[in-house]
């Protein structure tokens, strides 16, 4: 069996246990567009790969596109095949006009996973060959051009990095679950290649999220390594200004946890400061006027007029208000949310079953819903809460941060109903606070 770097390594059997086959991704229809490429058809790329994009309905011009990237081993790769499904990270592209774009790299479980999660190999390629056929699939031949945000866990997460450091100009911002590009020689891993970090990657803003038992707390294991492989690409992005910084999960090994809680927020910031107002423009600098840090591995951040170390030896936060979701996120991921979610729409009864549509809460996603009838709470969707690996949530979770499949439906079944009777009922968003929508 073929040894598999540090940021390739994933629990197998927990993954496999809850993915569908290759062969049975979500079927799509508008808003969602696939596009499959058998191995090498699009260049170097020795494996087969899906792409499958959403694009937010009424959007005329995308301004943008969010990349959420799986890691490496076959479950994770057939975890991607959901990821343009998650309502969460639609809330957050669709604010941008953006389009929610995820991956699922057909790579068997023991094959050598740098031959995707190193864009080199083809992948970056190929990537970028699936935007022009999207496009022109979707109708929006934008997508071929528009700057993208980067979320990668794992060996996704050296392939944002990668793309990140290939192509500056191109991406808002990168955020790194675990997973980082290695930048200086490693003698434990001398097949994997190195990059050089360009000047224009210096104005990207990263964030570097290793979990705790990663090798900051958990000293030994199968992912020890993560957490000095972070310690050196932050250090030589930061050394140089880059606009970098450290969050680390205080209750996770290699799963994803609540990250998508602070994630969400902080891409937020970074595509509402950087996105240019007119397709075509550059990319707008990053603003620092508001820079928080925070020495590594602290929990305080520090205002520039707060800070007694140079700001070049401590970790990077954009704003205040990140800083301070930053702050309860190292604590205890529990960041704090004052804003009901929207409400469900469309509201529709066939017979004794209810289905309806629903957008997410931006900061904390959706829970669950409660059905009601005759004002009287009647049942709640899901039955039971999902997600093991951090926060209950209505879509249930897989280890790489994507829904859960097959995919949960709307719909709720009254089998008290009486026929011929009517009713009224009513449908109620709870977001992962506890906070109910109208």
């Not at 056929?133 to 050296?158: I, K, M």
């Not at 001398?190 to 290793?210: E, F, H, Q, R, W």
């Amino acid at each position: 069996m073929k040894q598999l770097p540090l940021f390739c390594l994933f629990f197998a059997s927990v993954c496999n246990a809850q993915n569908p086959p290759y062969d049975s991704p979500p079927e799509v229809e508008p808003p969602y567009y696939r596009i499959r490429y058998e191995a090498k058809e699009t260049g170097d790329l020795i494996f087969p790969v899906q792409y499958t994009v959403w694009i937010p309905e009424g959007v005329k011009t995308l301004r943008g596109i969010i990349v959420h990237q799986h890691g490496c081993g076959e479950g994770s790769c057939k975890s991607g095949q959901t990821g343009a499904w998650d309502l969460h990270w639609q809330a957050l592209a669709e604010k941008h006009d953006c389009a929610l774009f995820a991956a699922s790299y057909e790579q068997p479980q023991d094959a050598d996973c740098q031959m995707w999660c190193d864009p080199r190999n083809g992948s970056g390629k190929a990537f970028q060959q699936s935007l022009s056929d999207l496009g022109e699939q979707s109708g929006h031949p934008e997508l071929a051009e528009v700057p993208w945000a980067l979320w990668g866990h794992s060996g996704g997460g050296h392939w944002a990095g990668g793309m990140t450091l290939l192509y500056p100009e191109r991406t808002v911002a990168v955020w790194h679950r675990s997973g980082v590009p290695l930048v200086e020689e490693n003698p434990d891993r001398p097949s994997i290649k190195t990059y050089t970090v360009p000047d224009a990657a210096l104005g990207v803003p990263m964030m570097c999220n290793p979990g705790t038992k990663e090798g900051v707390t958990v000293k030994e294991g199968r992912f020890a390594g993560v957490w000095p492989s972070n310690k050196t690409f932050f250090n030589a992005i930061r050394k140089k200004g880059g606009l970098i910084g450290i969050a680390v999960d205080p209750l996770s090994a290699h799963e994803c946890g609540n990250q998508r809680y602070l994630a969400i927020p902080w891409l937020d910031v970074c595509l509402t400061a950087r996105l240019p107002e007119k397709q075509g423009d550059a990319l707008r600098a990053m603003p620092t006027d508001d820079s928080h840090f925070a020495p590594i591995l602290s929990k305080k951040a520090l205002s520039r007029y707060q800070l007694s170390m140079l700001p070049e030896n401590a970790m990077w936060l954009p704003n205040k208000d990140i800083a301070n979701k930053w702050m309860r996120y190292v604590e205890d991921t529990a960041i704090p949310d004052k804003t009901p979610p929207p409400a469900p729409t469309d509201l529709a009864v066939d017979g004794k079953k209810l289905t309806w549509k629903a957008k997410s809460d931006l900061e904390s996603g959706i829970a669950r819903f409660y059905i009601f009838r005759d004002g009287e709470k009647i049942g709640t969707v899901p039955e039971k809460d999902t997600n093991r690996f951090g926060r209950p949530v209505f879509q249930g979770l897989q280890y790489s941060d994507t829904p859960a499949a097959p995919l949960v439906k709307m719909e709720f079944v009254d089998k008290s109903a009486e026929e011929g009777k009517k009713y009224e009922y009513r449908v109620v968003s709870e977001n992962t606070v506890g906070l109910q929508s109208d």
